[in-house]
């Protein structure tokens, strides 16, 4: 996994204006917000992806990974080993990026992508119990992260 240049708990990329706006891939279906939830995002025969939107940077980078990484039974990281766990993947022709981790632990596996824009941050995490069952649908939520943009 290739680390994003310049990263800091408090580092992030350039955050843009607008909705953040995704294609699904094909047979994942979409469900609108509910409770919490900007959107639920379903694959087949996989788990779940939630969407959420919080303003402002909704905690920090390390807080949400770390929270992520609790979930699934592994140890926090301190802001020097974050880096090495991200992912980023820019957004097209815009200078902000989504951050992506995949952390499998005890209690399952994790994949995640975090975005923040100029009207909050976005969260997108793919979760189940069964590390197989997010290999399998993880193509497609890559796909879901690269067709990321932000409408005006």
Known sequence: MAPPAALGSSVMPTPQAGDLVWKL????????????RA??????????????????VAGGLLSNVNRWRGQVGLEPLTDGGLASQLEERKLGGTATSALVCDMTGPK???????????????FFKLQSPEPSKIEAVKPGFIAVVDSLSFQK
């Open 25 to 36: 891939p094909a047979n994942w279906t979409e469900t609108g917000p509910t409770g919490m």
């Open 39 to 56: 959107a639920t995002l379903m694959p087949p025969g996989g788990p779940e992806c939630t969407v959420f939107k919080f303003g402002g």
């Open 108 to 122: 399952g596996r994790v994949i995640g992508a975090i975005v923040v824009g100029a009207e909050g941050t976005w």
